[in-house]
């Protein structure tokens, strides 16, 4: 581990992390992924970038497998995560531990939809997150056949417990829905995230910790809108899977949340609140548009601190989380050229704001 005083170790961070925004793609690159026509011509493009060139070398020469190159391109922010861990000590090493064990619980729930289908995974290890310091064992995970088995193979993690009851559930055949499970593995990680995020020190915490309850609260409000009205789930029941940290948002907002007959009312409840825009009535009947509205108002606040702020600390996770944006915008556009959706279409459904005043779902 490279050794540093505090304020050396956050000026270092922040520096790198300045230095690694200005090699993220420009809006005319990602504009040209939309219009490639070919795994190889996406692969092609990204090696000739610079935040990207490095990460890329081990892709086969020739026919390139979908598989690989986004196994290869989920790889990326994990393992920037890992150079800024090497950075960092004490609590701020632990935080930004926490936050790449995000996608632990991203892995599992891959590895738990492919048990409830009972279809093994083309894809492997390969798909999966390679998340840094991890204690999960894949390897073991992708070879289960029950719910049993999954549970028994997570003994030794923190996920064994919240999982108990949703598996025991699932392999009883008590119900047939992944969401308990989900959710279980949601509040794991995202409770593991707050603990650490409590323990910076407060020159380290304070724009985060506003940013990650903005995130909370978007959380809270996107399991309320599936809960009730995908789920069919009552009142109680969604106020009960929702995480316990606040930020803008009441408890008593939520519970009227929960209460909502309809979307509509949905969005006319959310709407005075500091994110009416995200649930806004012209988005709220399409899923897809509304995930792309959260991650937008993300990436307007990450972005803003990195280009307002000097470097710190903070700028490093600011630049892991819009680098993390990106990477799955690009896994969006390798999916639209996949299947050939219309392009401008697609790009309407990207966390960045590509076309310039033709997004009126975000207006």
């Not at 929960?258 to 806004?280: D, I, L, M, W």
Request: include cysteine.
């Amino acid at each position: 581990m490279i050794t540093f005083s505090a304020n050396g170790e956050r000026l270092s961070s922040g520096v790198k992390a300045k230095v690694m925004l200005s090699n993220l793609l420009s809006d005319e690159t990602m504009w040209e992924l939309l219009h490639d026509d070919s795994m190889e011509e996406i692969a092609a493009r990204l090696k000739r970038q610079e935040g990207y060139r490095e990460y890329l070398l081990k892709l086969p020469p020739g026919e390139i497998h979908r598989y690989d190159l986004e196994g290869e391109l989920k790889r990326i922010p994990l393992l920037e995560t890992g150079q800024f861990i090497a950075r960092s000590a004490g609590p701020r090493a632990r935080f930004l531990t926490a936050w790449g064990w995000r996608k632990d619980s991203e892995n599992l729930k891959s590895i738990l939809r492919h048990v409830h289908t009972g279809r093994k995974d083309p894809g492997g290890l390969k798909k999966l997150y390679q998340v840094p310091l991890s204690k999960v064992p894949y390897e073991a995970l992708l070879s289960a056949s029950n719910f049993g088995e999954v549970l028994s193979f997570l003994r030794e993690t923190p996920y064994h417990s919240p999982l108990e009851e949703p598996l025991r559930k699932l392999q009883e055949g008590e119900t047939r829905s992944l969401f308990n499970a989900e959710m279980a593995l949601d509040m794991t990680a995202e409770g593991s995230v707050a603990r650490a995020l409590s323990k910076l020190p407060p020159e380290d915490r304070e724009q985060v910790k506003g940013f990650l309850g903005e995130r909370w609260d978007l959380f809270n409000l996107y399991t309320i809108y599936r809960a009730r009205f995908f789920f069919q789930m009552g009142p109680e029941e969604t106020m009960g899977r929702l995480l316990p940290h606040r930020h803008k948002l009441s408890a008593e907002t939520l519970r009227v949340l929960c209460r909502t007959p309809n979307e509509k009312a949905f969005s006319q409840t959310v709407s005075p609140t500091p994110y009416g825009h995200v649930f806004n009535l012209r988005v709220i009947n399409d899923d897809m548009g509304i995930e792309r509205n959260l991650k937008r108002h993300l990436l307007i606040k990450a972005t803003g601190f990195l280009r307002r702020q000097p470097p710190s600390f903070q700028s490093a996770f600011f630049y892991l989380y819009v680098r993390e944006l990106e990477v799955e915008d690009i896994i969006t556009a390798i999916e639209d050229v996949r299947y050939d959706y219309d392009r401008r279409n697609a790009a309407m459904y990207l966390s960045r704001p590509l076309i310039a005043r033709g997004d009126s779902m975000w207006q």
